[in-house]
């Protein structure tokens, strides 16, 4: 008898890849930052605050209200930088500048 491989929806799939590999986490969350499209990067977040330990957990690391935290990451958050710097540092990863191109 043939064993079938549960499926899982795309949300949770992704949530978990990030949990089990922070650098992909990482190398996602660049991507998405390099597009500048906002919304989308909030929704990053959130999946990543599901994946570091839920939006409690990065609440209480960032010392924020719980339902602040929400309000901040939902589709029409708008956080400061100072906001995104401790919701990033509670997982794990900070902001960095690059250079558009290389100096030869």
């Known amino acids: 008898m043939e064993k079938f491989l549960r499926s899982r929806p795309h949300d949770e799939a992704l949530i978990a890849s990030f949990r089990d590999d922070p650098e992909y986490a990482a190398v996602f969350l660049n991507a998405v930052l390099e597009d500048g ?28 209200n719980a339902k602040t935290l929400y309000r901040t990451l939902s589709a029409k958050g708008n956080p400061e930088l100072r906001t995104l710097t401790a919701i990033l540092k509670a997982m794990g990863m900070r902001l960095a500048v690059q250079p558009l191109t290389q100096q030869i």
């Open 37 to 64: 499209d906002q919304e989308e990067l909030l929704q990053a977040l959130r999946y990543m605050a599901a994946a570091f330990g839920g939006m409690s957990v990065i609440a209480e690391q960032t010392e924020m």
